[in-house]
């Protein structure tokens, strides 16, 4: 490491100002700031020191991914060869899953980061590290079989339709993965509906459906008849998005978060409490097969434990109060129950749920913080009187 710092102090002064590549120095401090902590501290007013910053936290986040992500590779092989009737080891099946989903990620990383370090070259700042976040979750929530060019399409329209436009990281309203997520969804529904993506090179006369679907099914056939057990639904052993199946990685990632500080448990709490209260509102009221789905199982279907983890937890498109992230978490779980089972066509309620709620956050953190001042004032005569 010290033959590289070597190295970058060496050819750092051509990259700053009067250097040959001054052009380039929001990139090369990009990489500098990435291999090496930044020396750079501040000399005036008070400041909260800690030794949390941007590129810690989201490196904790990627780090808590890491579970979901490894599973989801073993999955993608596992469901390959389930559906052509083949045996294989773990390691083989592992080694397919590992092929189909890295070139979605080297794809997600190589547009989102170009246009990023596009960007800031263009505006003379700095490469903010939000998108190794970004970069990771949207091949998390695509399926295994989808096409690259689709990829890197939804990927490009989220960093700069999503985020760059509202002024870059920190400043988007909506959760940049889950609009990329959306794009492909409105854009592309073939490709991410029905039950030939969701299993990696299938055989055509194995179904491949997932458990949403199944359950939606269910509306018109009068019974819901799931493939999967619920333990199988809890591990994640069904076809899925390659990080969304697993709830028990999910959880994994979910205690590092917690344990480190980064994650909001108030949030991911109020999400589950939220999906259960509305399942059991609909399991009293029973009208249709999928209104009698057991509470518990929307909390192991489809993407509602990766949400409620990753997704409704980003700190720059979630509430900023106490009181506003239980409200927030709450109807996020709540409305993606609603969505799946009273609108089917919609199966995947989770990100719909989350991306409204992004857009109401501010106003129930105004809402919240109203409120504390006029308790406070009430408070205040009460005193004087």
Excluded: C
């Excluded at 070597?6 to 291999?35: M, V």
């Amino acid at each position: 490491m010290k033959a590289l710092r070597k190295q970058l102090d060496k050819i750092k002064p051509q990259f700053q100002k009067g250097g040959k590549f001054e052009k380039l120095h929001s990139s090369f401090d990009a990489f500098e700031t990435f291999l090496f902590v930044p020396d750079k501290t501040t000399a005036h007013g008070s400041h909260i020191r800690d030794s949390i910053d941007m590129k810690r936290t989201m490196s904790i986040v990627v780090i808590a991914m890491i579970p979901a992500l490894i599973f989801g590779m073993w999955n993608i092989g596992h469901q390959h060869f389930l559906s052509i009737g083949e045996t294989a080891a773990l390691l083989e099946k592992f080694l397919f899953g590992l092929g189909k989903a890295l070139p979605i990620i080297v794809v997600s990383y190589v547009t989102g980061l170009g246009i990023e370090f596009a960007f800031a070259q263009f505006r003379g700042h700095e490469v903010n590290e939000g998108f190794l976040v970004s970069g990771m979750l949207i091949p998390l929530v695509v399926p295994p079989d989808i096409p690259l060019w689709m990829v890197a399409v939804a990927t490009a329209f989220a960093v700069v339709i999503g985020k760059e436009v509202f002024g870059g990281t920190g400043m988007n309203i909506l959760n940049p993965a889950l609009t990329a997520r959306a794009f492909l969804f409105f854009a592309y529904p073939a490709q991410l509906s029905g039950d030939k993506v969701w299993i990696a090179e299938k055989a055509d006369a194995y179904s491949g459906a997932t458990p949403l679907a199944e359950a939606a099914a269910g509306i018109d056939t009068g019974v819901v008849n799931f493939t999967h057990s619920f333990m199988d639904m809890f591990l994640g052993v069904i076809p899925g998005s390659i990080g969304e199946t697993s709830t028990l990685a999910i959880l994994i990632g979910a205690a590092i978060l917690v344990f480190t500080g980064v994650g909001s448990l108030r949030i991911m709490l109020s999400v589950v409490i939220g999906g259960i209260f509305m399942g059991g509102l609909l399991n009293i009221a029973g009208s249709n097969a999928y209104m009698d789905v057991p509470f518990y199982y929307h909390l192991v279907m489809g993407g509602f434990a990766f949400g409620a983890v990753y997704m409704a937890t980003d700190p720059v498109t979630a509430s900023q109060t106490n009181t506003g992230k239980l409200i927030y978490g709450f109807f996020i779980g709540l409305m993606a129950v609603l969505i799946r089972v009273l609108n089917p066509a919609y199966p995947e309620g989770m990100m719909l749920a989350i991306l409204l709620m992004n857009v109401f956050a501010p106003l129930i953190d105004h809402y919240v913080v109203e409120a504390n001042i006029k308790r406070r004032l009430k408070r205040l005569k009460a005193v004087k009187a």
